[in-house]
């Protein structure tokens, strides 16, 4: 069975300041680990996506995540927040162990807050 | 362009009353998803389809249905058994599982559903 908790419910920084949005996962096999950024009243949009590959993944905007088995995280990044950021993160994990819908489990969302 | 589609954005039902939500896309995919939205809850499955002719329940079909006779089209229906369907209706399709990378989910922009 595999399960995704993000850490925080709202992370507010000012403009400027590293963002941080924590995610842990589980997972009975080898996991893919996504990351989506949701506008208001918008769909959700790829910022990035972990396959096992490179454990650092760039994504777009300016972000990136590191996956860290050993912590079982894959924490979101950004150096630098821009007001265009505000938006709900969604921290998702899929298990490829033959279930349906590709066996996604999405987390239940980090709302950042970016202040002037 | 090449994408997801969702229509109405915004639908109202009465009590008692069946209503239509419309989702295609024209990326070629192969499977299909609907999910629901409530605030602080993150994404729930709600039904999702691999291939043409063929869906299966997700985490929450009571109250729903679906078809799914056109690759490119996965209408979900709310049922007047659904008693709680405010909620932000949100569409997915991927390639399908024997295609690389083939977890990716990408959305569409969304219905909102309101109860009068």
């Known amino acids: 069975a595999q399960s995704v908790t993000q850490l925080d419910s709202h992370v507010s920084v000012s403009e400027g300041t590293p963002v941080l949005l924590r995610c842990n996962y589980s997972?009975?096999?080898?996991?893919?680990l996504f990351w989506y950024v949701q506008h208001p009243n918008k769909g959700l949009q790829l910022l990035l996506k972990?396959?096992?590959?490179?454990?650092l993944v760039k994504g777009i905007n300016g972000f990136e995540a590191e996956f860290k088995k050993s912590e079982t995280s894959f924490h979101l990044t950004k150096p630098s927040a821009h007001m265009s950021d505000a938006a709900e993160y969604f921290c998702v994990v899929s298990e490829r162990s033959g279930g349906g819908a590709d066996g996604l489990t999405f987390g239940k969302g980090t709302h950042l807050i970016i202040q002037p | 362009d090449g994408g997801i589609t969702q229509s109405p954005k915004y639908l109202f039902r009465k009590e008692g009353q069946n209503v239509t939500l419309s989702c295609e896309q024209n990326l070629n995919h192969d499977a299909m998803y609907w999910y629901r939205q409530d605030p602080g809850q993150g994404l729930r499955l709600i039904y999702y389809s691999q291939i043409v002719n063929d869906f299966q329940k997700g985490d929450i079909a009571e109250g729903y249905s679906v078809s799914r006779e056109k690759k490119e089209s996965f209408p979900l229906t709310v049922t007047s058994a659904q008693k709680n369907p405010t909620a932000f209706y949100l569409c997915a399709s991927s390639p399908g599982q024997a295609a690389s990378g083939s977890e990716t989910q990408y959305f569409g922009p969304g219905t909102r559903l309101l109860v009068l």
């Open positions: 972990y396959t096992s590959a490179a454990t």
């Open positions: 997972s009975s096999y080898s996991p893919s």
